[in-house]
């Protein structure tokens, strides 16, 4: 079995596409668990009955990075997920986050150039590179506006390293995977989403409050430029962008490609608003949900959807599952950590 290096992959993007990699993979998942917990292996190995390999370690050491690349030099490829992800703490502490994810991405590709042999690489890009698109749905050759966040530069950033680096290093073959709105939870219920403190995102935020956590769901402004005035995105079922990352790895090894570096937009295509979220959670569910309109969340673009035909076509991919699904799951997860 070709060994493959997960980086993040205790995490919740990770720990699915580790499940989706052990049915072909030997899996490497190294994580530093600073926004993970260790219990989340057990998962993976139960679903996929295979414990994966764990190497916990900070990327952003120099030497851990040299070290890991001694004991795993036989891996075929890496899909590197390890980021800090939140994007009001990006604001407030800028260099944190420009640290972590850069110099965790540049201590990776300078071991995958030290290796002196051809290696596949993945990186976990975001739609937030768009930011308000000015063509919707958007596809890849839209341009890139100046991220609203110190988190969405350093996607930004990432994405330019590994363009100019891909240039100059022929046998490193690289796709960026830009996921636009990642929700929902393993079937099995074993991993999901585990956000730390209060959430952000949408779809969590309206577990909890089913779960009784938060009073209501407050929608971020109904006088956006949309038919039912809330903003648009597109919702994917994280174990589809999961399996985005298995097509993509293969689409690598098997040199499918004639350029070393592609880039993807992974989304389902379709866009759903803050309000048609709501009622197709009360709807999936048969519950109840508290919700009120409050003013616009600063920063927010109003609509984004993917054209996901580069990835259709070029990968064979596409997302199966549908919202209703990717809602069901998110909410049975709630369910089960929280023992109701
Ligand atoms: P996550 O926080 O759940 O997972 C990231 C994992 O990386 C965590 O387990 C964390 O402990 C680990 N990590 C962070 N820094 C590390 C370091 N220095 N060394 C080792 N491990 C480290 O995040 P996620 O939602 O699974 O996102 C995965 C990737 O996808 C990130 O790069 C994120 O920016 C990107 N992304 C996420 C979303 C989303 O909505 N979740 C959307 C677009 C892009
Ligand atoms: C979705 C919609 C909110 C919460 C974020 C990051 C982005 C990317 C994905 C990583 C928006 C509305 C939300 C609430 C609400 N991550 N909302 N009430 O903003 O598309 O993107 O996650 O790369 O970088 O910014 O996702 O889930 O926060 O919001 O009305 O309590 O729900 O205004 O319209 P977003 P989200």
Redesign the pocket.
């Known amino acids: 079995m070709n060994k493959i290096i997960v980086?993040?992959?205790?995490?919740?993007?990770?720990?699915h596409t580790a499940v989706e990699l052990s049915n072909t993979f030997q899996v490497v998942i190294?994580?530093?668990?600073?926004?993970?917990s260790i219990d989340?292996l057990d998962g993976i190995s139960k679903i996929s009955n295979r414990t994966p390999i764990f190497e916990k370690?900070?990327?952003?050491n120099k030497e851990n990075v040299g070290k890991l690349f001694d004991r795993h030099s036989d891996a075929v490829g890496l899909i590197?997920?390890?980021?800090?992800?939140a994007v009001g703490e990006s604001v407030e502490n800028p260099l944190k986050y420009y640290e972590?994810?850069l110099s965790?991405l540049i201590y990776l590709l300078q071991e995958i150039n030290n290796l002196n042999q051809s290696f596949n690489f993945i990186f976990?890009?975001?739609?937030?590179v768009y930011g308000q698109a000015k063509k919707l749905p958007i596809n890849e050759k839209e341009s890139i506006k100046k991220a609203e966040s110190p988190?969405g530069n350093t996607?930004q950033i990432s994405e330019e390293i590994l363009f100019d680096y891909c240039r100059v290093n022929p046998k490193i073959n690289v796709i960026s995977l830009?996921?636009?709105?990642?929700i929902g939870a393993h079937d099995s219920c074993e991993i999901g989403?585990?956000p730390i403190g209060v959430p952000q995102?949408l779809v969590p935020f309206i577990t909890q409050t089913a779960a009784g956590i938060h009073e209501k769901v407050t929608v971020f402004g109904n006088d956006y430029n949309t038919p039912d005035g809330t903003c648009i995105r597109d919702y994917i079922h994280v174990t589809d962008l999961a399996k985005a990352h298995i097509v993509a790895i293969e689409n690598l090894i098997l040199k499918k490609s004639k350029s070393n570096y592609n880039i993807y937009n992974i989304g389902t295509g379709n866009g759903t608003s803050v309000l048609e979220m709501i009622k197709s959670f009360i709807k999936v569910t048969g519950l109840e949900l508290n919700y009120i309109i409050g003013p616009r969340r600063k920063g927010d673009v109003e609509s984004a959807y993917a054209d996901n035909s580069k990835a259709m076509k070029e990968l064979n991919w596409k997302a199966e599952n549908s919202i209703e699904d990717a809602i069901l799951s998110a909410w049975n997860w709630e369910k089960k950590i929280r023992s109701l």
């Open positions: 980086t993040g992959g205790l995490g919740y993007i990770g720990s190294v994580d530093d668990l600073s926004n993970s989340v370690l900070d990327l952003k590197h997920f390890a980021a800090y992800k972590n994810n965790c976990s890009s975001s739609c937030t988190y996607k830009r996921y636009f709105n990642p989403e585990l995102n």
